[in-house]
C-alpha cells in the first residue's frame, strides 16, 4: 500500500538517525532519549487498544509489572535469564487479559465502567503486590547484582539499552504498520466507531477486542521487562500507579489516537519537554515545572483536541467552540 | 400566530426538510399529516427550537424565532406534546404538572391550574402521587397534556398524540382538544392516522418527504382520493 | 480482637468517613447526571479546598471547620466560572477528550499545589482534633462526628432542595429528560451550569471536614476522583440517595477492611468491593439499569 510504503521510508530514515545518538549524544541526553524512546513503544502498544479499539485500559501497568517482577523474580530466585523470563510472562499477560476481557464482556460494561474497573483492578494489583514480601513488598524487587552481559538482558552501557528499546520501537512500529492495514486493524476500527453495526455485518466484536488486547498485553510486558532492567527494580508504585501510567494515555492522546505516528510523536515531544523542563526549572522551583507541563497539555488538548496526527478531519479546536453560540446550546438541541 | 416561511433543516450534510411554508392562525385547529419518516417530528421541534434551520424564517406572534433557545419560545407561549409524551417517568404526575407549569407566565397561578387539571382529569388527581412511568397510556397522554396545558400556551403543539392508544382514548383526547380549541386555544397537531385529525382540525397539511404536498380545508382534503388512499387505508 | 465493642467502634468510624465520601459522590452525580461529563479533577478541587483550609488556619487563625463559610461561595464561583469557561463547551465532546483535558487539570492542580507547599505530607490541626466524644463504652474521637452531623444535615438539605424546590425539580427533570425539560420552559443550559457550582462547593464544604482525618499531599487528588467514582458506581449512576448510601457502605467497608487487613493490602477493599458491584449488579445499588 501507497501509506505503508511512506510510512517504512520515515521509519527507516529515522531509525537511521537515531541510530547515531549513542555517538554524539552526552550521557544524560542519552537517557532521556531511552526514555522517550519506551514511552513512545508503550504509547504505541496501548494505543492498539485505546486508539484503534476505543477502549480506556488501565489495565496495562497490571502487563507492565508483569514484565518486570517476572524478570526480577525469576532473575533473582533462579538466576534465569530476563529474556527468557518474558515468556512466562508474555503468557501470564495473556491470561489475565483474557479473563478480564470475558468478564467485561459477560457484564457489558460501558465505556466508563470499563475504564473505571481497569483502573480499580491496576490500584488493587498494587496493593496485592505490596503486600507479598516474595516480591519485596513496599520497596520492590531489584535485579541482582551479579547480573551482567546481554544474556542476562543487562548491556552495561546505555547505548546497550538504547539500542534494545530502539530495536523495539522499530518492530513495534512495523507491527503496527502490519496491524492498522489488517483485518484484525480494520475490524478494531469498526467496533470501536460503531459496535452495532460492526457486529451487523458479522464482526465478533468480542474476538477482536480479545485479539487487540492480547497483542498490546504480550508488548506491554517487553516494556516491564525493559523497564525493570533499565532501573534495576521492578516497586508497585513505578509499575503500578495509575498516575503514573496516566503520562502514557496523555501522550499518545495528544500525538493521536488511532494513528500510526501519533502515539510515537506524542512521545517523542513530550518525555524531552518534561525533562527539559524538569531539569532547567524543576531543579531550582520544584513545582513549576510540573505547571508548566500540565498547562502545555491542557493547551494542545484545547487547540487539537484530537491529537498532533488527527485521525479526523477537519474538527474544530475546542477554543474556537467555546466562544460559538453552539457552546450554549442545549445538547438536546440534538435528537 | 405562526408564520413558518420557506423552512430547511439539515442533520448534519442530509437535508431532512425542504422549503416548507405554514401557518396556524389564531384561535384555529390545524392538522399536519404525514407518514412515518416524513418529517413532522423534525418540523415541531425546529419550531419549538430544539434543531436549527438552515434555511427559512418562524415568526411567532410576528416576532421572530430564529435563533431563539427552547426555553425563551415556551416564554412566548409555544408548548409542545411531545411525541411519545416524554414525561419525567420517576417524578409523579403532580410533579410533572408543577414542572409544567413553571415558566413565568404560568407560575403565579400554577396552584389553581393544577386544581383545575384534576378537575378536568378526575384520574390524574386520583394519581396524583404515582410516578409517572407507573400510568396507563392513555392516562400518560392525558398528563402530558395536562403538562402542556399547565403552561399556558398560547399556540399548543402535539406530535402524534394518538401513537399506541386505544380507539376510544383516541376519542376522548381529541374531545378534549376541540374543547380546548373552542375556548381560544391554538392548537398544531400532527398525525400518522389522518383521520381524526382531519374530523376534528379546520385545515390541514399533507407533508411528504419533507415537502408540504398537499394543503387546505380538512373536510375537502378527507375526501381528496390522494389522502383516501394513503393516509386513511382505503 | 474481636472485641465487639471495637467492631461496633469501626464500624461507626467507617460511617463517619463515609459521610464525607457520601458528600464527593453526590457533588460527582449531581455533575454525571445532568451533563454526562467526567471530571477527573473533581477530588483534585477537594484537595484545594483542604489545602485553602490548612492556609486559613496557619496564617489567619481561622480554624478549618470555620473555613467552610469561605469556602462555599469562592468554590461555587470557581465552579461557575470553570464550567461557562471549559466544560460547557465539551458537551459534545468525546470522552476521552474531557478525560485528557481534566487530567490535565489534575497535573496542573498537583504541581502548583507541590510547588506551593512542597510534596511533604502535612496535617492540619482543628479545635476538635483531639478530643473525643464517649458514649457509653463507644468512643469516637470528635471530628468524625462533627463529619457526620455535617454531611447529614446537608444531605436533608440537598434532598429537600431536590424534592421540594423548583430548582431541585428542574435538576431531576433535566436529568429524566433534558428533551422534555427544555420544551417546558427549563433553561437546561443554566440548570447545568449552577448544579456544576453546587457540585464544587459540596467539595468545599467536605474538604475542610475531612482534614482531620486525612494526611494532606499534592498527589492524592487522583485517589479521591477514583474513590468518588468508586461510590457513585456502587450506589447507582443517577441516584442521589445511592451516593450517599453508597459512600456509607465504602467507607464503613473500608473501616474494617484497615481492621482485619495489614496495612499494605487494607485499601483493597473498596476497589474490590468496586469490582464485584460491577461484576454482579453494574447498575449499583439503587440505580436504573
Known sequence: MRRASSDLLILAAGTIVLACLPAIASPYWLHVAIQALLFAYLCSAWNLVGGFNGALSFAHPIYLSIGGYMAAYLGAEYHISPWIGLLPAIVLSMVVCVCIELIVTRFKLPVLSYALATMALSNIARFVVRSIPALGGVAGLAVPLNAKGWTQFQPGSKSGFFYIILIATVAIVLIVIWFRDSKLGLQARAVRDNERAAEAIGVKAVMVRMKTGLLSAALTTFAGVFYCEFIYIADPITFLSPMLFIEVILFTAVGGMGTLWGPVVGALLLTPTGEILRGSIGATNPGVDGLIYGIIFVVIILLMPHGIISRHRGERSLLRRFFSMEALRPSSSRR | ?234 | MNDPIILLQTGISGLLFGSVYGLIAFGLTLVFALTRLLNFAHGSFMLLAMYGSMVLSQRFGIDPYLSVLIHVPVFFGIGYLLYRWIFAGLMESELIVVVQLTLGFVFIIQSALQLTFTADPQTVRTFATNSRLAFGDIVIRTPLIIALVTAAVLAAALFWMLQRTDFGRFIRASVQDPVAAALMGIDVNRVRILAFSIAIALLGIAGPLAIPMWVLEPAAGMEITLFGFIVVVLGGMGSFVGAFVGGLIVGVAEAYGNFFLPGTLAPVVPYALFILMLLFRPSGLFGEA
Open chain 2, 1 to 234: 400566530m405562526l408564520e413558518i416561511d420557506s423552512l430547511s433543516v439539515s442533520y448534519g450534510p442530509v437535508e431532512v426538510l425542504h422549503g416548507i411554508s405554514l401557518s396556524v392562525g389564531e384561535g384555529e385547529f390545524v392538522a399536519l399529516v404525514g407518514s412515518n419518516n416524513a418529517g413532522k417530528s423534525t418540523l415541531l421541534l425546529t419550531i419549538s427550537g430544539l434543531l436549527n434551520p438552515t434555511k427559512g424564517t418562524i415568526r411567532f406572534l410576528g416576532k421572530p424565532m430564529n435563533g431563539l433557545a427552547p426555553h425563551r419560545r415556551v416564554a412566548d407561549g409555544i408548548i409542545q406534546v411531545p411525541e411519545r409524551k416524554r414525561l419525567f417517568p420517576r417524578m409523579t404526575v403532580e410533579e410533572n404538572l408543577l414542572v409544567g407549569g413553571s415558566n413565568a407566565r404560568a407560575i403565579g397561578e400554577r396552584p389553581q391550574m393544577v386544581q383545575r387539571m384534576y378537575e378536568a382529569f378526575p384520574v390524574l388527581g386520583q394519581r396524583r402521587k404515582q410516578e409517572a412511568q407507573t400510568l396507563s397510556g392513555g392516562e400518560q397522554q392525558m398528563l402530558a397534556i395536562a403538562r402542556g396545558m399547565m403552561a399556558k400556551p398560547r399556540l399548543l403543539i402535539l406530535d402524534e398524540p394518538s401513537l399506541g392508544l386505544a380507539p376510544r382514548i383516541v376519542g376522548d383526547i381529541y374531545k378534549t382538544l376541540v374543547a380546548l380549541n373552542a375556548e381560544g386555544l391554538s392548537v398544531l397537531l400532527s398525525e400518522q392516522n389522518a383521520r381524526i385529525s382531519l374530523q376534528s382540525s379546520r385545515r390541514a397539511y399533507v407533508i411528504q418527504e419533507g415537502r408540504i404536498v398537499l394543503s387546505g380545508n380538512s373536510a375537502s382534503l378527507a375526501n381528496s382520493d390522494e389522502v383516501r388512499q394513503s393516509y386513511l387505508g382505503l
